[in-house]
């Protein structure tokens, strides 16, 4: 996971015509488009995340899903649909802020952890599930503020994210939020930083 400064300022560099390049190769619309970038195994709820991919594009026709990520499921997430594209994997930060930028949601079925940062960085909010709720990264985040957090149930948290992309200025004002987040927890991270050197310094902190 990349410092979130890092990304952020990748996701910067950015520019829309790289965008285009990036949404006319993998047949992405815009407004339509979530990504998901993480393990590939059953313990990163593929199964949940499939399920939940048809039940948005069922409710939302040419809704299409990005997989960012390798596992033991690779192959599963492959012949899933036409509604699923798998593609490179998204560690560098380059990658991973080009995919964010052509996305309009990120998907995290399962733990959030540093996605919650990664979401702030490239300004493109997460959908959660309500089960998360006592992980690492949750406490970030603030439903309908900077994310949504639907329930944990594939269908239920497809239609979230359907509605979600229904609702452009909902969805404009969650971007915001992840925007500012941004800036306020890379600060804060800063500063945190910054006060554990001085301590380390005065108090010989190993």
Do not use: K, W
């Amino acid at each position: 996971m990349s410092a979130p400064g890092a990304l952020a300022a990748a996701r910067d560099r950015i520019t829309e015509e790289r965008v285009r390049d990036v949404r006319a190769r993998y047949g992405l619309r815009p407004g339509l488009t979530g990504l998901y970038a993480g393990g590939l195994d059953a313990a990163d709820r593929v199964p949940f995340l499939l399920a939940a991919a048809d039940r948005a594009a069922a409710l939302l026709p040419g809704f299409r899903l990005l997989v960012a990520g390798d596992g033991e499921l690779r192959a599963a997430v492959e012949r899933h649909g036409a509604h699923v594209v798998r593609v490179a994997d998204a560690a560098a930060d380059d990658r991973r802020a080009l995919l964010g930028a052509a996305a309009d949601v990120l998907l995290a079925p399962g733990a959030v952890g540093g996605l919650a940062a990664d979401s702030f960085a490239l300004r493109t909010p997460l959908v959660v599930t309500d089960r998360a709720g006592t992980g690492a990264g949750f406490g970030c985040l603030e439903d309908g503020r900077n994310a949504v957090v639907a329930p944990d149930d594939p269908d239920a948290y497809g239609a979230a994210v359907a509605e979600l992309l229904t609702r452009p200025r909902r969805l404009a004002c969650l971007r915001r939020a992840c925007r500012a987040d941004a800036q306020r927890y890379t600060v804060e991270g800063r500063t945190a930083r910054a006060a554990y050197g001085v301590e380390e310094l005065v108090h010989g902190i190993p």
